[in-house]
């Protein structure tokens, strides 16, 4: 989903970690966010966007992510950094979630990068599997394997 202030101020991504145990009363048990107003991730454009695998009591999540930097008050709402496959994992024993380092797609470094953002980069058409040890990402039409 997507931080917000309370005012209502849409922020960045954002994955959180909830205890549904009791329905009536859900608990947030962890949270990680990913940049500023702007940012997006592939579950902003498909429900296919997010790739979850479980290994007996961990289960190992994969979320294409782009990141915006823009500062807080900029005129540019899209002035993205980089994007990439956000790694997390989910311990179901334990009730946390650990960071894996995310693999890097691309680096927007000039303008003429942010301006593909949309086509070959555009991270909600981005994908990703797992294969036991292995995560596949689909990324600007080139595919990386790398060990989970």
């Known amino acids: 989903g997507k931080d917000a202030s309370s005012t209502g101020l849409v922020g960045g991504v954002k994955v959180a970690l909830l205890d549904v145990a009791d329905p009536a009363n859900p608990k947030e048990l962890a949270t990680r966010l990913y940049g500023k107003a702007g940012s997006a991730s592939a579950l902003d454009s498909s429900r296919h966007g997010i790739n979850l695998f479980k ?17 807080t008050g900029s005129t540019s709402w899209f002035d993205p950094s980089s994007q990439g496959l956000v790694r997390l994992e989910v311990n179901h024993t334990t009730r946390t979630l650990a960071d ?9 470094a000039t303008e003429a990068l942010r301006q ?25 039409g080139m595919l990386r394997g790398e060990a989970w």
């Open 55 to 71: 290994q007996g009591s961990t289960t190992r999540v994969a979320l294409p992510v782009r990141i915006n930097e823009a500062a």
């Open 100 to 108: 894996k380092p995310t693999i890097a797609g691309i680096f927007f």
């Open 116 to 140: 593909q953002a949309y086509g070959a980069y555009d991270v909600g058409q981005e994908r990703s599997v797992q294969i036991g040890a292995h995560v596949y990402y689909l990324s600007g």
